[in-house]
């Protein structure tokens, strides 16, 4: 029995990632300027902060439709016996709700589940159900794993400014972290599917010791950890203190990752940040 890996752009897998594991990825869409663009295959987040800066209205972002859902599962269905179709938080995104509608029509090939998560902890889900179906594992023993994973999933960032959440209605319980005071920089997190305050530091030194002790934590909570690390442009330097602070900490590294478009839209420049996951479920 084999199955097929299917995500969606916003897992921010790189298309060397996706070859790598064999996972297949439906684009999001990210309207910008008048015009309609897939994720991570007509767009940048380049594009669009260049774009803001030159004064254009803030980008939105769409959900793929039905039938381009149900294209890549009649594609994947020719070399699998079944798909399992891992997407981002339906709190954030209808993704998910249009690929259950095109899963409908697979006479119970196709299985879906919501990640409760997004960008790289929606990622490293996709990439264990990938490892894990290489091994020969059931669909049920896949949607087991992955349902204990995504309990303690784990994602926590920061960003320049709450413009980019706010505009798009993304923020959650978060609005109350500036509160008006100088060079207050917000911690986010991914909870149930949402983003949602985690706390709030002066300095962009703070940001740095925070995450850092988050990922140590959470290593020593779980016995070990695999972390990828994330940012758009602006976000750099900040990731590399980071990465500086945490040596010697015991994880497995998947490595840095730039945001795609569509979470760009939603976040912003100089984001900064970490996804986690425990190394056994």
Same mark, same amino acid.
């Given at each position: 029995?084999?199955?097929?890996?299917?995500t969606?752009?916003?897992s921010?897998?790189?298309p060397?990632?996706?070859?790598?594991?064999?996972i297949?990825?439906?684009?999001?869409?990210?309207?910008?300027?008048?015009?309609?663009?897939?994720?991570g295959?007509?767009?940048?987040?380049?594009?669009l902060?260049?774009?803001?800066k030159?004064?254009k209205?803030?980008p939105?972002?769409?959900?793929?439709?039905?039938?381009?859902?149900?294209?890549?599962?009649?594609?994947a269905?020719?070399? $699998?016996?079944?798909? *399992?179709s891992l997407?981002?938080?339906g709190?954030?995104?209808? /993704? %998910?709700g &249009?690929? @259950?509608?095109?899963?409908q029509?697979?006479?119970?090939?196709?299985t879906?589940?919501?990640?409760q998560s997004a960008t790289?902890?929606?990622g490293?889900?996709?990439?264990?159900?990938a490892?894990?179906?290489g091994?020969?594992?059931?669909?049920?023993?896949?949607?087991?794993?992955?349902?204990?994973?995504?309990?303690?999933?784990d994602?926590?960032?920061?960003?320049?400014?709450l413009?980019?959440?706010?505009?798009n209605?993304?923020?959650?319980g $978060?609005?109350a972290l *500036?509160?008006?005071?100088?060079n207050?920089?917000?911690i986010l /997190? %991914?909870? &149930?599917g @949402?983003?949602?305050a985690?706390?709030?530091?002066r300095g962009?030194?703070?940001?740095?010791?925070?995450?850092?002790?988050h990922?140590?934590?959470?290593?020593?909570?779980?016995?070990?950890?695999?972390v990828t690390?994330?940012?758009t442009?602006?976000?750099?330097?900040?990731?590399?203190?980071i990465?500086?602070g945490v040596?010697?900490v015991?994880?497995e590294?998947l490595?840095?990752?730039?945001?795609?478009?569509v979470?760009?839209t939603?976040?912003g420049?100089?984001?900064?940040g970490?996804?986690?996951?425990?190394?056994?479920?």
């Open positions: 029995m084999t199955i097929a890996i299917v969606d752009s916003t921010d897998l790189s060397q990632l996706c070859t790598q594991y064999g297949r990825s439906v684009p999001l869409y990210v309207h910008f300027d008048g015009q309609m663009y897939k994720d295959l007509e767009i940048t987040p380049a594009d902060f260049a774009g803001i030159a004064g209205k803030t939105s972002t769409s959900q793929p439709s039905p039938a381009e859902f149900a294209a890549v599962y009649e594609e269905l020719q070399s $699998a016996d079944e798909v *399992l997407h981002i938080s709190q954030l995104s209808g /993704t %998910v &249009s690929a @259950r509608l095109a899963a029509d697979f006479g119970g090939r196709v879906v589940m919501d990640s790289l902890g929606l490293m889900q996709a990439i264990r159900a490892q894990r179906a091994e020969g594992r059931s669909m049920t023993e896949l949607v087991s794993e992955l349902e204990r994973v995504a309990q303690k999933t994602i926590r960032f920061t960003v320049d400014t413009d980019f959440l706010r505009a209605g993304r923020i959650g $978060a609005t *500036l509160g008006g005071l100088l207050i920089k917000p /997190t %991914v909870r &149930s @949402r983003v949602e985690a706390g709030r530091v962009s030194k703070k940001v740095v010791q925070d995450l850092v002790d990922i140590r934590k959470y290593a020593e909570a779980n016995g070990g950890a695999r690390f994330l940012s442009l602006g976000g750099e330097a900040t990731l590399a203190e990465r500086a040596a010697g015991a994880f590294d490595g840095d990752h730039y945001i795609g478009a979470i760009a939603h976040v420049p100089g984001t900064v970490a996804a986690l996951e425990p190394l056994t479920a």
